[in-house]
Each structure stands twice: as structure tokens, then as C-alpha cells.
């Protein structure tokens, strides 16, 4: 149990720092900037800028990212391709245990790639949304006193979500340990044509536990490189429990949950169809 408890301490203490720039950020923008500029300026290369710089490792990115789509300073395009190309604990897993550069770079490629073109699609298709959600809808929400200090009303924001975070990543962490990676590995099989389906699903799990836990059985021969991109892609970390956290419109929570899962499923067929022609 301890070691439950130290390990949900590091995953929260990991994310504090982006979370707090990302709040001081968002109220800077607020207080500073012109916010309708910065959404039209990012509507048309925003899905690029977020593929490449989701690709850096660990979950933070996608945390910040899903805070600045809930204030509209980017758009959901940006904010799939953040997650689609996000990392999380993948390359320092891959580091560790030695795997060739030509493989890690692979696989970073495909998500950044898939994350760009998914999300371009997504913003020319939904370019008439209107954006109808302001930042000042949060600091509402959060009773964060923002027109007095802007880093105080980033603390008091950093810390809701801290707090938050921490009790769920306790419960995951729980199961993650109860439970072991064995039981989870049964649940895949090599070549079957649900382990996508099954991968990206776990992907999906808000915790950092679910990417290494697909590296681990992609490493070991357990599943495809398909499975594994699957599982990869869908695996933003615990930026869905922020997502689900702060923004209170729930069907379009469920919404981008299931566009998401859905980009990893079909992602990892066409992945492992066309290695099976190749």
C-alpha cells in the first residue's frame, strides 16, 4: 500500500508543474491577449503544431492541451491530435530496455502523423462550430478570484485538479497492483482480430500504467505493431480525467472520448492489413 501511495504521489507531483504553467498561461490569455485571434490563428495549423508537440513524453502536454481546448484557445482538432500523438510513458520505457532508434522513431512518426491528419479532418469538418465557451467560464466555475491575481487564481486551479487527480490515479494505481499485469495480459492475443478493439480500450485507461503495460506486451511479442498503435494512440494519460473534470458539457466529453477510441481501432486494423500484405 505504501508503494501505492508513493507511486500516486509522483505521478500528481510529475504533472504539477504543467499544470500550473498551463493555468498561468490560460489566465495571462484572459487578462493579456485577445483570445479570438489566437483561436483563428491556431484553427489552421493548430492539429500540426499539436501532433508534434504531443509526441514529447509524458502525460503533461495533454493535460495543458485539454485545458486550452475547454477555454477555446485551441481547437478540438488540436486537441485530438495532441492526444492521438501523445507519448506518455512509451519512449522512456523504449529507452530503458534498449530498442533500436529505427523502431522508436516509427512509432512517434505514425502517431504524429495520424494525429495531424485526423486532426486537420476534424477541424474542416467542424470549421463552423462556434465557439461559444469563454475562459472566464472556468475561473466562474472555480470561484478563483482571477481579476485579483492571476498566480493565485492559477494555484487555486492547479490545485482542484491536483487534488482530483490523486484520488483517482490511488484507485488506478490500486488495481494496476491488485490485479498485475499477467491478468491483463490474457486479455490480448496475438493476431486476434479484437486485440485492437481490446487495445485501445486500454488505452483509454487515465493512468500512465496503461502505456506500459501495451509497450510492454508489444516488446515481448504479446501483441501486433496495429495492436499496439491502437493502444498507443488512445492513450493520452490523465487528460481525459481533466477533460471529464472541467468541462461540464458531458455528451461532447463522450463525444471526443469515443472519437478517440474510435481513430485507435481503425488506425490499428488498417496498420496490421497492411503489414499482412506487405
Excluded at 498551463?22 to 479570438?36: A, D, P
Amino acid at each position: 500500500m505504501l508503494d501505492i501511495i508513493i507511486d500516486t504521489l509522483k505521478d500528481a507531483l510529475k504533472l504539477l508543474p504543467f499544470l500550473f504553467l498551463t493555468f498561468l498561461i490560460i489566465e495571462y490569455i484572459e487578462h493579456k491577449v485577445n483570445s479570438e485571434k489566437i483561436i483563428k490563428k491556431t484553427r489552421k495549423y493548430g492539429p500540426i503544431l499539436g501532433g508534434v508537440l504531443g509526441a514529447f513524453p509524458q502525460c503533461g502536454f495533454g493535460v495543458s492541451a485539454t485545458n486550452f481546448y475547454i477555454t477555446r484557445v485551441i481547437s478540438l482538432g488540436t486537441l485530438i491530435a495532441v492526444y492521438l500523438s501523445t507519448s506518455d510513458e512509451m519512449l522512456p520505457i523504449m529507452l530503458a530496455q534498449g530498442v533500436d532508434g529505427f523502431t522508436i522513431f516509427k512509432i512517434i512518426a505514425f502517431k504524429v502523423i495520424i494525429g495531424i491528419i485526423f486532426g486537420i479532418i476534424i477541424d474542416l469538418c467542424l470549421q463552423k462550430r462556434k465557439q461559444n465557451m469563454e475562459i472566464k467560464e472556468l475561473c466562474e466555475h472555480e470561484n478563483c478570484d482571477c481579476e485579483h491575481s492571476i498566480i493565485l487564481s492559477s494555484l487555486k486551479h492547479t490545485i482542484n485538479i491536483l487534488v482530483f487527480l490523486l484520488l483517482i490515479s490511488f484507485i488506478l494505481n490500486s488495481c494496476f497492483h491488485y490485479l498485475g499485469e499477467d491478468l491483463i495480459s490474457k486479455i490480448f492475443l496475438k493476431n486476434n482480430p479484437l486485440s485492437s478493439l481490446i487495445s485501445s480500450l486500454v488505452g483509454l485507461i487515465p493512468n500512465c500504467g496503461a502505456s506500459i503495460i501495451i509497450t510492454e506486451l508489444y516488446l515481448n511479442g504479446t501483441i501486433t505493431f496495429g495492436s499496439a498503435m491502437a493502444g498507443l494512440l488512445t492513450g493520452s494519460g490523465v487528460a481525459i480525467l481533466v477533460l471529464f473534470k472541467n468541462n461540464k458539457n458531458f455528451k461532447e466529453n463522450m463525444f471526443i472520448l469515443l472519437l478517440v477510441y474510435a481513430i485507435g481501432v481503425i488506425s490499428g486494423i488498417l496498420i496490421d492489413l497492411v503489414s499482412m500484405l506487405i
